[in-house]
C-alpha cells in the first residue's frame, strides 16, 4: 500500500462564522478539500448551531461552502487513519457527532437556508437536505457514490432518498450518479433554483432578513428565481424505465432488468447505471437498497439509528473488510480496483447482510441517541 499522507489543516479556520445579528453565516472553508467534513468543523458548527437556536435575536442560519464545493462528503480518509491507527469506535464516535448535527439542521427551531453551490455528496448531503430551503444553482452537483467506496448511502439518505418520486431515490443510491441543480428542484431534493451569477444577489438579500417566517424567506429568494432548464434527457426522463427496473425486489433483479433495457434501447445512462453497479462493492449494494426500503416507511430518528448500527459493523469489519479496501483502491493507491468480498452478488447472502442491521455484539457498544427536539422534520415535495 502507498504511504498514507493526509494533512487535518489543523491550523486553518475549517469553519467561518459570519452575519450580523438576525441573520448567521456557516461557511465551510476547506476548498483544497472540496469542504469535506472533519471532527473539527463538525463540533464547532453543532456548538454554533445550539447557541443560534437559544438566541432571540437569531432569524435565520445559512449554511454555504467557499470554493467550487458546497460538500464532497465526510473526511472518509482522516476516519480511515484514525481506525487503522487506533480502533473502529473513533470512527464510530466522530460519525455520531456528525448525525446528530444532522439531526439538528433537519429539526432546528429556525429555518436554515443551504447555499448549494457547485459539488454535494454524501456527508454534504446529510448537513442540508434536510434543512428547511435549499437553493441549487446550474453548477451544482448531487451524488451519494458510497457503494464504489465498499460503504453505504448513510447520513439520513434513507430518509432523504427514499422520499423522492417512484424509485429514483434507489437509483440514485444504487448507482451513484450525479444529477445536476434543474434535477434536484423537479424531484424535490431541492427547494429553489437560481443562477449562479445571481447567488451573490440571494446572499446579500439573507442578509436584510428580520424574521423566522419561512414563506417570507422563500419569497425573498424567490425575487432571484430562475425557471431550471430540466433537460429532455435529465433524470426525469427516465423515470419509466427507473421506476420498472428499480422497483425490483432484489438486487440481482434491478441489475438483470437493467441488462435487458439495454438489449431492447441503446441509451447510455443505462450502459452507465450497469457499469456502475457491477463495479460497486456487491454487499454495499444489498446493504443500500435494504436500508432505502426500510426508510420508507421509518422517520428521520429511525433511520439515523439503523444507519448508525450499519456504519458500526461496517467499521468493525463484522463481516466484510470492504470499506477498507475501497478506500485504499479508490482513494489512497488509487489503483480503482478493489478486490470485494465477497466478489459477486449472488455470494452475498440475506443472512451477512441482515447481520449489518443487528445491533453490535460488544458490550460497550451504545446504540445511537439522538437529543430531544420539538420541531418535526418537514417531507420533501416534488415540484413536478
Request: hydrophobic fraction near 40%; include cysteine; proline fraction near 3%.
Amino acid at each position: 500500500m502507498a504511504m498514507i499522507r493526509h494533512s487535518f489543516d489543523k491550523d486553518v479556520n475549517q469553519v467561518l462564522f459570519e452575519g450580523n445579528s438576525c441573520v448567521k453565516k456557516v461557511i465551510l472553508n476547506r476548498p483544497q478539500k472540496l469542504n469535506c467534513l472533519s471532527h473539527q468543523m463538525i463540533s464547532e458548527i453543532t456548538k454554533k448551531l445550539k447557541a443560534y437556536e437559544i438566541d432571540p435575536e437569531v432569524k435565520v442560519v445559512v449554511l454555504k461552502g467557499n470554493g467550487k464545493a458546497f460538500c464532497a462528503g465526510g473526511d472518509v480518509v482522516a476516519s480511515y487513519i484514525c481506525m487503522v491507527a487506533g480502533h473502529w469506535s473513533y470512527a464510530a464516535s466522530s460519525y455520531k457527532k456528525q448525525v446528530v448535527l444532522d439531526y439538528i439542521v433537519a429539526t432546528y427551531g429556525k429555518p436554515v437556508v443551504a447555499l448549494i453551490h457547485g459539488i454535494v455528496m454524501g456527508g454534504g448531503a446529510g448537513l442540508s437536505m434536510n434543512g428547511a430551503l435549499k437553493i441549487v444553482t446550474e453548477n451544482t452537483v448531487f451524488a451519494m457514490p458510497e457503494t464504489s467506496i465498499g460503504h453505504f448511502v448513510d447520513v439520513g439518505a434513507s430518509y432523504f432518498l427514499s422520499r423522492l418520486p417512484g424509485f429514483l431515490g434507489e437509483y440514485l443510491g444504487l448507482t451513484g450518479t450525479k444529477i445536476r441543480g434543474p434535477d434536484m428542484v423537479a424531484c424535490g431534493l431541492a427547494t429553489h433554483f437560481v443562477l449562479s451569477k445571481d447567488l451573490h444577489l440571494v446572499e446579500s438579500a439573507l442578509d436584510e432578513v428580520t424574521s423566522s417566517d419561512t414563506c417570507k424567506i422563500s419569497k425573498v429568494i424567490r425575487i432571484y428565481e430562475h425557471r431550471p432548464d430540466v433537460k429532455q434527457d435529465g433524470v426525469y426522463s427516465r423515470m419509466e424505465i427507473i421506476n420498472k427496473c428499480f422497483s425490483r425486489k432484489t438486487v440481482e433483479e434491478i441489475l438483470s432488468s437493467l441488462e435487458r433495457e439495454a438489449e431492447d434501447r441503446e441509451e447510455k445512462w443505462i450502459l452507465e447505471a450497469i457499469k456502475s453497479m457491477k463495479s460497486a462493492c456487491p454487499i454495499s449494494l444489498k446493504i443500500s437498497l435494504k436500508s432505502i426500503r426500510e426508510g420508507r416507511e421509518q422517520t428521520l430518528d429511525q433511520c439515523l439509528a439503523r444507519e448508525y448500527n450499519i456504519f458500526c459493523h461496517i467499521k468493525r469489519r463484522t463481516v466484510s473488510n470492504d470499506f477498507f479496501e475501497g478506500i485504499r483502491a479508490m482513494l489512497l493507491d488509487k489503483d480503482r480496483n478493489p478486490k470485494w468480498e465477497p466478489a459477486r452478488l449472488e455470494l452475498v447472502s440475506d443472512e451477512m447482510v441482515d447481520r449489518y442491521f443487528s445491533r453490535v455484539d460488544e458490550d460497550d457498544w451504545e446504540s445511537l441517541q439522538l437529543p430531544a427536539r420539538s420541531n418535526s422534520v418537514g417531507m420533501m415535495r416534488p415540484k413536478l
